[in-house]
């Protein structure tokens, strides 16, 4: 037995070596494959970093959200951290028999515990089993690669159980109601005699070792990379944050080319995106481009990145991204790998194109930039700024763009508004309407007056007729209030939001420091808009531009305030059952949730109800990312998706408080010719029936 042992351990030392030296490898070789993209800034506090770790790692938030999910995973996840105790004692046991982890009269609650853990796990693993293949659910993949992981854990925790079992009957250990499953196995093979059972002990301790170290090998190169990328993912955190995007120094000469035109173009922080995804689907299924029938799958789109990457890094840095490589010379990368090119050269060989081989254009356009995948992804991964990346490098390098966004953004260069309406009637908004006072920051001046906030009212208030309605509601009622404020009127230019997710980020910029010089040039310290895409693009995004000492308000949370202060008192009754439409704007990129239904509820008879999808989880509508000047060919269009939402829950109004939401809603009831039935109205509308 003396000799078995020693051969036993000297066989445990070769196979476990070379796993973890197979596991070290797969992990150098991505990292490398990460270091191609250009270095990552970040500005996150040690302090954000661990509350970003404690609530999404090992809080599990996003992955709770879907409740059976979520509660599946942290099954696995916490139950994977506490049996690797149970997996090291099996081990001892194999090295050292008739020994285990030296834990004195503690041991048998151990052994208890871990066989808790060990049923916690084999109940997760059937359960997953049933929700993929069973229940079958849409966003999660299907086929054996899909479920080799629950293969792999099944095969561990019940290697192990038969295990203990064996030596139970083995080493006459008597059965134990610490150890009710293996004493449950060891009841039922104890005719099975000492000698077989100590033979059988041996067998289910190597294949639980070996499903342990192949595991360990198959977690680098699968999609269970995650399990490290993730967290390492959410430690690292956003490289900007929500609701900004980075910019592009155009005053640096050596650059030639804008966007992302190659893989190896983003930096290392988006490139560690792709191997952290879990490929659960989360992002796909919440995505209103792929749930109205369009080509892009943001799940998709980060897994062909991934593979694109994979493929193009083993090309230049001649390191095989999968192991053992003699097991796998048939795959590209390891092909590409092999050629052992430098790296100009191979990447000169390596002639498929991240534009139009990997992504398509189609896919890149049909973004509206709404977040909802990120805000659902478990592992942080970011999507949309990948996505205008790619929009820069068309519009900017390649001036491709569509023939409508084109001209929207022919018009803002031109006139400053998407139609190209002549620049001098910005401010006509307000003549038919004589029982407001809007004045222009010129004419208060010229009245020897002061006002407290600048009234931004943007291209959509300033004319669209139905928009132009809002902008009246909304200065009312800051009339009603006593509120001071001011418009730039005809001085105002385009926010450039629209510019800037279109991809292109010159006239952003350009846009930017215009209208930051017309705010300092007149000392503004207060700015309201009824636009949540002005509102982000201020509050978030000029800053870096050099907008500083200045408070942003939505309209929503300034009426929220004055009716709070009493300022405001809704006292007419709106007898309308209405269920609010929340921006993705305002909603998931400023978390502006409250203020709206707060509004709603102070007004009498109103009756608010809310749509399946809300709040965080509220389906765009279709007009963000600049599609609201773009038509859609593929699919369903999403403001209809977003209306038939709206309507299951039988309202007779449909709430907004974005100008674009209100045009995408209204025409979606008009599509679904339920115009003369069901009204939509903004915030500030409503609230104006009730107060004035």
């Not at 978390?591 to 009756?607: A, C, F, H, Q, T």
Request: some cysteine; proline content about 3%; glycine content about 8%.
């Amino acid at each position: 037995m003396g000799t078995f042992v020693m051969a036993n351990g000297i066989a445990f030392l070769l196979i476990t070596g070379y796993a973890v030296f197979l596991f070290a490898r797969l992990v150098q070789t991505r990292y490398a494959y990460i270091k191609l993209g250009k270095k990552a800034e970040f500005d996150q506090t040690v302090k954000e970093r661990w509350n970003a770790v404690k609530t999404n790692v090992f809080g599990q938030k996003k992955l709770l959200k879907d409740k059976k999910s979520g509660i599946i995973h942290v099954m696995f996840f916490y139950g994977f951290l506490l049996v690797q105790f149970s997996a090291i004692d099996t081990i001892w046991k194999g090295l050292s028999i008739g020994n285990h982890l030296p834990l004195g009269p503690v041991y048998p609650y151990f052994t208890l515990f871990q066989e808790i853990v060990v049923f916690m796990i084999l109940v997760a693993v059937i359960w997953a089993f049933y929700r993929r293949y069973v229940e079958k659910l849409v966003r999660l993949k299907r086929g054996w690669k899909a479920g080799l992981v629950l293969i792999f854990i099944g095969g561990l925790m019940t290697s192990k159980l038969i295990a203990k079992g064996m030596e139970i009957i083995w080493l006459d250990k008597g059965l134990s109601w610490f150890e009710p499953m293996a004493s449950t196995i060891a009841a039922i093979g104890s005719p099975l005699g000492t000698g077989a059972a100590g033979v059988l002990f041996f067998v289910f301790w190597w294949a639980h070792l070996l499903f342990l170290l192949s595991f360990l090998v198959y977690v680098p190169q699968s999609k269970h990379a995650h399990l490290i990328a993730g967290p390492a993912n959410v430690w690292l955190g956003r490289t900007h944050p929500v609701g900004q995007l980075h910019s592009i120094d155009f005053e640096d000469e050596t650059k030639e080319e804008f966007g992302v035109g190659k893989v190896e173009d983003f930096n290392q922080k988006q490139l560690l995106d792709l191997y952290a995804c879990v490929e659960c689907g989360r992002c796909t299924n919440m995505c209103p481009a792929t749930g109205s029938g369009k080509m892009l799958s943001p799940m998709d789109l980060l897994l062909r990145m991934r593979d694109h990457l994979t493929e193009k890094g083993a090309a230049v840095t001649s390191r095989s991204p999968w192991l053992p490589a003699y097991a796998f010379g048939d795959t590209n990368a390891n092909q590409w790998a092999a050629q052992g090119a430098g790296a100009e050269e191979a990447a000169a060989g390596y002639d498929v194109s991240l534009i139009g081989d990997v992504i398509t254009e189609e896919e890149i356009w049909a973004c509206t930039t709404c977040r909802n995948c990120e805000d659902q992804c478990p592992v942080a991964n970011e999507h949309v700024d990948k996505i205008i990346d790619l929009r820069r490098y068309l519009v900017l390098t390649e001036g491709k763009m569509d023939p409508e966004a084109q001209r929207a953004m022919t018009n803002i260069e031109r006139q400053g508004n998407p139609w190209g309406m002549n620049r001098k009637e910005r401010e006509n908004w307000r003549d038919t309407r004589e029982d407001i006072d809007a004045p222009t920051v010129k004419e208060v001046k010229q009245r020897e007056d002061t006002f407290e906030y600048l009234f931004f009212v943007g291209s959509m208030g300033s004319y669209d007729k139905r928009s132009q309605k809002i902008a009246q509601s909304f200065a009312k009622l800051m009339n009603e209030a006593g509120v001071t404020f001011a418009i730039l009127g005809n001085k105002e230019k385009n926010s450039g939001d629209t510019p800037r997710r279109i991809g292109n980020e010159f006239l952003f910029q350009e846009l930017a420091a215009a209208n930051i010089s017309e705010f300092q040039k007149n000392d503004i310290k207060k700015i309201v808009t009824i636009d949540p895409h002005a509102y982000n693009t201020f509050k978030n995004e000029y800053p870096e531009f050099g907008l500083e000492g200045v408070e942003v308000y939505h309209h929503t949370e300034l009426l929220a305030e004055l009716v709070r202060d009493g300022k405001l008192t809704p006292r007419h009754e709106v007898n309308e059952t209405i269920t609010y439409h929340d921006s993705c704007y305002l909603g998931r990129y400023n978390e502006v949730y409250d203020p709206p239904r707060d509004i709603l509820k102070s007004i009498p008879g109103l009756n608010v109800v809310e749509m399946e999808r809300n709040r965080e989880d509220g389906m765009c509508c279709g007009a963000g990312g600049g599609m609201m000047w773009m038509e859609e060919e593929a699919g369903q269009r999403v403001n209809v998706a977003r209306t038939e939402q709206a309507l299951e829950v039988n309202s007779s109004v449909i709430g907004s408080a974005c100008p674009y939401c209100l045009t995408m809603m209204s025409d979606g009831t008009k599509t679904k010719e339920v115009e003369d039935d069901i009204q939509t109205m903004d915030i500030a509308e409503i609230l104006e029936r009730s107060v004035v």
